[in-house]
């Protein structure tokens, strides 16, 4: 019988592309999300079920009817500058919403639970490359949602029979678009879709800030690509089933590329020159932030192996591309 994977938010981002490569390495895979951003989603290797990790009644219908064997947790809002406006909403989704699905699985007695946490924990940067025992001191409401519900998984851990997983994403990035997955965010927030798509329609970029302590004086992160991160959730939940302890990793590269970089890359694989705009930059944006992957390379076997920048902004492009054509052949239909 195929071991059955709860999880929320799979039919977003990151949490579709780990579902489709545990569907496709035999899971009965489960998948609990509200649609929040109206993303497409019709593929039939899961089981998709519409509702919200709040409702206490669909949860309990979904572990009395499925033999749930771990829990999977990406459902949340991940808009840094919209939490700093509105912390209530991510509070009340982030961290709330979390408790009751922790509440639900010590009831059903599900002790395996991975939750996609961010280095948005981390804050300011005092030392590069950031390892997993640097201070944690968020520098915002998404962050400081982050940090709560590692905080409550080490408690209910120390309390119950269960063990978790928490890996800190850095940016994640890319697309599996042979799959049709990718990258669908209402509004889109991240630099490498924005700037594809500024390429593709010939609108204008934002750069924010080119007077950093970096190389080319644009802000330096740690990329990694989408298929990257579906590989370290399937690596976690080996690691629990072989009866690992709880933990938490980075995932990420190790090294870094700047915006300057990202862009140039883009132009080169989009063929497009971009029209940039230099503006200030944004409050709390560090000049570098760069993970060590150590600890998951050691404790998971992970290592990062798709995230070439060329091949991740290769592979977002072509997402990019099916889903212009996709909408307009969609409004062809409806005329």
């Not at 771990?70 to 209530?88: D, K, R």
Request: glycine residues 6%; proline residues 3%; contains cysteine.
């Amino acid at each position: 019988m195929k071991e059955s994977i709860l999880i929320t938010g799979g039919a977003g981002y990151i949490g579709s592309h780990t579902a489709y490569l545990l569907a496709q390495k035999g899971y009965h895979v489960i998948i609990l999300d509200d649609f929040y951003y109206k993303q497409p989603f019709n593929h039939s290797w899961a089981t998709v079920i519409k509702g919200n990790v709040c409702d206490d009644h669909l949860l309990d219908k979904i572990f009395s009817q499925f033999s749930i064997n771990a829990i999977m947790h990406f459902a949340g809002f991940i808009a840094v500058g919209e939490s700093v406006q509105n912390p209530f909403k991510y509070y009340d989704n982030n961290v709330v919403n979390t408790l009751t699905l922790l509440k639900k699985a010590i009831q059903y007695k599900i002790n395996k639970f991975i939750f996609s946490s961010s280095a948005a924990v981390y804050g300011l940067p005092d030392q590069l490359p950031l390892k997993e025992d640097h201070k944690t001191l968020p520098v915002n409401a998404y962050g400081n949602t982050k940090l709560v519900v590692e905080y409550l998984l080490s408690d209910v851990a120390r309390a119950y029979d269960f063990k978790f997983v928490a890996l800190r994403y850095f940016n994640a990035c890319g697309a599996e678009f042979h799959h049709g997955l990718g990258e669908y965010h209402q509004p889109e927030t991240h630099i490498i879709p924005l700037a594809i798509r500024a390429a593709m329609s010939g609108k204008e970029f934002k750069i924010f800030g080119n007077d950093y302590d970096t190389p080319d004086q644009t802000c330096i992160r740690d990329y990694l690509h989408v298929a990257d991160l579906a590989l370290a959730h399937e690596a976690a939940l080996n690691y629990l089933k072989q009866g690992g302890l709880s933990e938490i990793f980075n995932l990420g590269t190790g090294r870094g590329y700047s915006v300057k970089e990202i862009l140039t890359t883009v132009e080169k694989v989009c063929g497009q020159k971009l029209q940039i705009k230099i503006c200030e930059r944004r409050e709390g944006d560090p000049a570098i932030l760069i993970a060590d992957p150590a600890k998951a390379q050691k404790y998971l076997g992970w290592n990062a192996k798709n995230s070439h920048l060329e091949k991740i902004i290769s592979d977002a492009y072509q997402f990019e591309r099916l889903s212009h054509r996709e909408s307009h052949l969609s409004k062809e239909a409806i005329i």
